[in-house]
């Protein structure tokens, strides 16, 4: 059992990291900050699908390690 709840905050914090760098790198290419589009070599008119991918896919990452962490702290 206490390797079961090791887990379970080890996963809610690297999910939660996980998810705040893809918000990060999905601002940043909207923004377009350090030129991203040109590294990418993305077109313009297709930043705003991955854009909102990769919030929709951070929001809810962030929401699940959160429960996780959550989950981890209620059981100690």
């Given at each position: 059992?206490?390797?079961?709840k090791t887990l379970v905050a080890l996963v809610?914090?690297?999910q939660s990291i996980v998810a705040v760098l893809t918000?990060?790198?999905?601002?940043?290419?909207h923004f377009n900050f350090f030129s991203?589009?040109?590294w990418l070599n993305g077109e313009i008119e297709l930043s705003y699908v991955h854009f909102t991918a990769f919030?929709?896919?951070?929001f809810f990452s962030?929401?699940?390690?959160?429960?996780?962490?959550?989950?981890?702290?209620?059981?100690r």
């Open positions: 059992m206490k390797v079961r809610g914090m690297l918000v990060i790198f999905a601002l940043g290419l991203v589009q040109a919030l929709v896919f951070g962030i929401i699940s390690g959160s429960l996780l962490v959550q989950e981890w702290l209620e059981s």
